[in-house]
């Protein structure tokens, strides 16, 4: 990966690359570890959400 890729990025940069990591998310077992840390992060919050899913109910109001 070229060295402006691995420096500082803008802020506009970040958000293209997070939107990315969202929109092709990926179990972590199919991360390259070439990709960004910013790529990597992202994706591992999607994780997280993700898992909240499965945890909580689709409904949490009372039956009464």
Do not use: T
């Not at 803008?10 to 390259?32: G, K, M, S, T, Y």
């Not at 992060?41 to 499965?54: F, Q, S, T, V």
């Amino acid at each position: 990966m070229s060295s402006s890729v691995m420096g500082e990025l803008d802020f506009i940069e970040e958000l293209r690359l997070r939107r990315w990591a969202r929109e092709n998310h990926v179990p972590p077992q199919q991360r390259e570890s070439s990709w960004h840390a910013v790529i990597h992060e992202e994706m591992a919050k999607k994780d997280d959400e993700i898992g909240e899913e499965e945890v909580q109910p689709a409904y949490a109001g009372s039956l009464a």
